[in-house]
C-alpha cells in the first residue's frame, strides 16, 4: 500500500442533488433507454407488419374506437402538469407541496389504468385475429406493463410521502419518478397516434 | 480536447489517522462469513467473482457438448449422437457461449474492474447489481435443468421461425430458448447501467473522461451496445413467446406475420452482440500491452474513437446475416460495404498495439503471450470476415462450416484469447496469488494449436461443401480426415482448459504471493492490495493523468472526508469528475434474490400459462416493495447522514 497525500477534503459536499447530480437520475434515463428501445421495436414491428396486408387494419376487422384512447391520451398529457409541480416542489424541499400533488397524480394514474383496460375493447380486435391484432396489443401490453410498474412505484412514493421522518433523499427520488413519468406518459402520445390513428389514415 | 487540471482547494483537509479510518472501514464495509451473508453480500467484486466462476462452469458445460459434437463427426456415419440429441447439442452450445459465457463473463469483468480502474468503492447500484446475478443464474440453471430433462432448445442458437414456433416446435423446447434468453438479457441490462452510471459518476476526481483506463472505455462502449441490442432480442423472443403460448400472429405468414421480421429483429442484437462480445476483450488487451511493454498505449484519442466507432458501426451490419434471403440489391451493396468498413477501426487499433509494442520494452509473459495469439488469430478471423461481407462468396459458403470456422476465428481469437489473457493478468489482484507462468505457458501453447487444428481445416470443409448443423456426413463425401483433424484439435484445446483448471486450482493455495501491483501496472487497481478490502480505497484518490502510478509512483494523492461510519462513496462530475457531492450505499440485502426468485416465478410459469403473469407480477411487485422501502439499519443510517449538516 502506498503512502498517502491528502490534496483534498470532501467533507462539505452535499448529499441530496437533483437532476443530473443523482446517481438514481442517470438510472432513471438509463431504463428510459431500455424501455424507449422496447417501445420503439413495437413501432417497428407494427410498420414491418404493415407491409404484409392491403389494407389497414385488414379486411373484415373495425377501426378502433376512439372515445377511450384518446382521453387516456388526453390524461396522459395534463398529468404533466401535476407532476411538474411534484418535481418543482420536491426541488425546493416543498413536503407538503410533493404531498398534495403526488396525491393527484396517484388518482391520475389509477384512471390511467382502467382507461388503459378499456382501450384493449376499443381496439376491436383481438391479438390472435391477425398480426395487426397482435402488434397493436403487443404495443398496449407493452406500455401498459411499465404503466403498472410506475402505479405501483407513484402509490407507494405517496404512502411512503406520508409516512413520519421523510429524508431529503427520498424527496430527490420523487423528482427522479418524476422524470420517468415524463417519458412514460410522452412516449404513449405517438404510440397513442400509431395504434388507434394509423388505422384511418393507412 | 483540453480539460482543467484538478484544482487543490486552499485549504486542505489536516491528514486524518489512515490506520483509524481503515479499521472502521472494516468494520463498516464488512462482510461477515456464512452463507447467508454470502448470499447477500452487494459487494461488487463478490458479486462479480460469482459471475465469473458461473460463466467458467456454463463454458466448460458448452465446451464438454462441443468435444461431443466433435466426437460424433470425427468420422463419417457416427452413433455417438443421434440427431435429435445433435440438435440439442449444438443449439444449447451455442446459446450457452453466447449468453451465459460470453457476455455474462466480459460483463463481469467490468463489474469487478472499472470501480477499481476508477477509484471507486463500489458500482452504483450495488442492489442491482446482485439481483443481475441471481436472475443470471436462474436463467443458465432453467436452460440446463430442460436440458437434462431432455427438452434442451433444439432450434439454433438464432431460433429461426417458423422452426421454432408453434407448428414446427411442438412442446417446450423453443419456449425454453425463448425465456432463458429473456433471463440473461435482463442481467445484462441490469449490469450495463451499472457500467454506464458508474464509469460516469463515479470516477476519482481528476480523472476527466480522456484520462479514463481504455478499458474503462472498452465497457461502457459495450455498455451503451447492450442498452440499444439487447432489447431487440427480448422483444422478440417475447413475440415468439406470444406466438406459440396465446397465438399471436408475428411469424404466422398465413395471418400477415413475417419471418423475416425475426430474423431482422433477432440480428439487429445479433450482430451488436459480436462486439458486445469483443469490444472489452480489446480494452483488456491495451491494459496488458501498456503494462508488459512499459509504456502507455500509442494513439489513445484514436483508440478510443475507434471503439466508439466500432460500436456504431456495429448497428449497420446486421443484414449480413441475411444475404442469402434474397434482399434488395441496393440493401446488399450497402451492408456489404458496411461490413467492410468495420474493419477498418479494428485495423487502427491493431496498428497501435504494433506501434506500442514496436516502441516499448516487451516482456513475454503469459499475458502478453495470448495478446499476441489474439493478434494473429483475430487477424485471420477478420480476413475471412470481409471475405464473407463480399455478397456472391457470402452465397456460396452460406450456411457452410466456412462459416463455423470465420465465427470461431473471431470469437475466440477476438474475446477468448484476451480473456485468457485478462485471467492471467487480474489473477493476482482478485486473489492475492499468481497463477503458475509455466503451466500458463503450457495452456497458452496448447490453446493456440488446439484452436487452429479445430478450426482452420473447416475453412476448407465449408469450401468443399459440408453444411453446418449436420450429425453426420457419409464416406463418400471426402470429409473424413479433415472432421478428424478438427476433432483432435478439440480435445488438444480440452487437454490446455484442463491444465488451467489445474493451474488456478494450485495456484489458488500455493501461489506465489502477489503484491499490490505484481506487473507493474499503470492504473489505479493496482495502488490498492491484492485481493482489495471491501471498501476498495481506504481513501478516494485523486489523479492528474492517464497513468496515475506512473506519474506518482511514490505516494498516492487522495481526499478526505467521506464518513467512515457508513458505507460513503463520493459522486463526480460526469465529463471533469470532479467531486460533487456524497452518496451512502447501501447495506448488504437478501431482497435482490428474493426478487430474482419472484422474477423467475414469473418467467418459468408464463412458459405454461398465461396465468402466469397474474401469478408473478404481484409477486414481482411486492418483492420490489420490500427491496425499496426504507427501514431498520438502513433507514437509520440515512437519517445519521442527513443529519450531519
Partial sequence: MRPTRAVADVRALPRTVFGNRSLMWWGTVG??????????????????????????????????????????????????????????ASKRMDLAGVRSAMVICSILIVIMCVLRAFEFSALKVRWDTSAYGSVAWATLVAHGTLLLLETAETLAITVLLFQPNVEDRDLSGVSDNALYWYFLTGVWIPLYVMVFLTPYFM | MSVPA??????????????????????????????????????????????????????????????????QLSRPENHILGPDAYNQFFTVHGVTMMFLFAVPIMEAMGLYLVPLMIGARNVAFPRLNAYGYWVYLAGGLFLYIAFFLNTGPD?????????????????????????????????????AVEIIVTAFKNRAPGMTLNRMPLLVWAMLVQAFMILFAMPWVATATQFLAMDRLVATHFFNYAEGGDALLWQHLFWFFGHPEVYIIFIPALGFVSSIVATFTRRPVF??????????????LGFGLWVHHMFATGIPLLGESFFTGASMMIAIPSGIQIFCWIATIWSGRPRFTVPFLFVLGFIVIFIIGGFTGVMLASVPFDQQVHDSYFVVAHFHYVLIGGAVFPLFGAFYYWFPKMTGRMLSERLGRWNFGLFFIGMNLTFFPMHQLGLEGMPR????????????HLNLLASIGAAVIALSMLIFVINVAVSLRNGVLAGDNPWGGETLEWATSSPPRPYNFAQIPVVSGRAPLWEEPDEMPVVTGLRTDVRDVLVTTMLDAEPDSKHRHPIPSSWPLITAIATTILFVTLIFTPWGAVIGTPLFLLALLGWGWPRGRDKREQQLVESEG
Fill in chain 2, 155 to 191: 432450434v439454433g442458437w438464432f431460433g429461426y421461425v417458423p422452426l421454432s414456433g408453434p407448428e414446427f416446435s411442438p412442446g417446450k423446447r423453443a419456449d425454453v430458448y425463448a425465456q432463458s434468453i429473456t433471463f440473461t438479457e435482463i442481467a445484462a441490462l441490469a449490469g
Fill in chain 1, 31 to 88: 431504463f428510459i433507454m431500455i424501455e424507449g428501445s422496447t417501445l420503439f421495436i413495437c413501432v417497428v414491428t407494427y410498420f414491418y407488419l404493415r407491409r404484409n396486408f392491403a389494407t389497414w387494419p385488414p379486411e373484415h376487422i373495425l377501426r378502433p374506437a376512439l372515445l377511450i384512447p384518446t382521453i387516456q391520451a388526453a390524461v396522459m398529457l395534463l398529468s404533466n402538469i401535476p407532476m411538474r409541480g411534484v418535481d418543482r
Fill in chain 2, 6 to 71: 484538478y484544482r487543490e482547494p486552499q485549504t486542505p483537509a489536516p491528514y486524518e489517522d489512515e490506520e483509524r479510518t481503515r479499521r472502521e472501514l472494516e468494520v463498516t464495509w464488512a462482510q461477515p462469513p456464512g452463507l447467508w451473508n454470502w448470499i447477500r453480500s452487494v459487494d461488487h467484486k463478490s458479486v462479480a467473482k460469482r459471475y465469473i466462476v458461473t460463466a467458467f462452469v456454463f463454458f466448460v458445460l458448452a465446451g464438454l457438448q462441443a468435444a461431443m459434437m466433435r466426437a
Fill in chain 2, 469 to 480: 448443423r449436420v450429425y453426420t456426413y457419409l464416406p463418400e463425401t471426402g470429409w473424413g
Fill in chain 2, 299 to 312: 494513439g489513445y484519442p484514436v483508440m478510443v474513437l475507434s471503439m466508439v466507432a466500432t460500436g456504431f
